[in-house]
């Protein structure tokens, strides 16, 4: 899907939803960069000290990227109209988001039990902050994908341009959200 096509009359078409969503997406992109930025100057401060990362995080990246792998295909199965198919990894992909969520959550806690708080420490007020800020967001992806979920096994499958477009744009907004927690974790394992 593109935002700007030329239709048979050599005039454009705006896709003014697709836009909407990037102009969202641009959004956050600006949050997150203000939130890096702040981790960078708040390092200098003399209550900072690096926290370890616990490794449950790393698992939770693979989790991240398969359930986009997983979206993407379901993408391809609802074009190829493979309803079964789809419906399989609209299935798959909200499970792994929920672990992403549950993994995430267990990763917090091990950090919470190894003593980084939010009050002693400011890598880790800005660790719980920068990781939090991003559940949120993509707990609004998986509202969404719920959405999708119930329109594929409710509504009658067909291919219209209107449920083609809902899905793409959780496409797009799902994988935005997995390259954003990549992002995320690699600029606090490498910004020392």
Known sequence: MEILTVNSKD?????PQLFGLWIGMASI???????????IVKQGA???FNIKVPSIFYISTGIIIVSSI?????????????????KI???????LGLVFFVLQYKGWNMLFESGVDLKSNVAGSFFYLITGAHALHLFGGMGALVATIINAFVLRF???DKRKT??????????FMGILWIYLLGFILFIK
């Open 29 to 39: 992109v600006m949050l997150f960069g203000a939130l890096t930025s702040a981790y």
């Open 70 to 86: 997983t979206l993407h295909f379901a993408s391809v199965s609802y074009t190829k109209s493979l309803e079964s198919i789809y």
């Open 11 to 15: 005039t454009l078409k705006f896709n």
């Open 46 to 48: 003399s209550n900072w």
């Open 166 to 175: 809902r899905l793409e744009m959780l496409v797009h907004y799902w994988h």
């Open 158 to 160: 067909g291919n219209d």
């Open 89 to 95: 990894l609209l299935g798959a992909t909200f499970i």
